[in-house]
């Protein structure tokens, strides 16, 4: 298998967990990581009430599918989800 190490987003350079992919795909997204702006406060994922940086929300989503666009595509959804 493919062994994925998922990050844990409070413990920089800490493991949270090790997934073992025999296939498919995985992605993780969320607001801790590709900070930008004045003081490094907006992040990629965006409300799309405000269409502003999501405020709410898990601070990370890993999410394993079939293969990895589908992955990619549930972390971010669900990764904005309130």
């Keep these: 298998p493919w062994l994925v190490a998922i990050v844990d987003p409070r413990r920089a350079g800490e493991t949270l967990a090790v997934l073992a992919l025999g296939a498919g795909g995985v992605a993780t997204s ?3 990581a590709r900070r930008f ?3 490094r406060s907006l992040h990629h994922l ?3 009430e ?3 940086s999501a405020l709410g929300g898990p601070l990370t989503v890993t ?3 079939s293969d990895p666009a589908g992955a990619e595509i549930h972390a971010t959804t669900l990764g904005m989800a309130d």
């Design 37 to 39: 702006g004045p003081a």
């Design 46 to 48: 965006i409300d799309p």
């Design 63 to 65: 999410v394993v599918a």
């Design 30 to 32: 969320g607001r801790d």
């Design 50 to 52: 405000t269409g502003e």
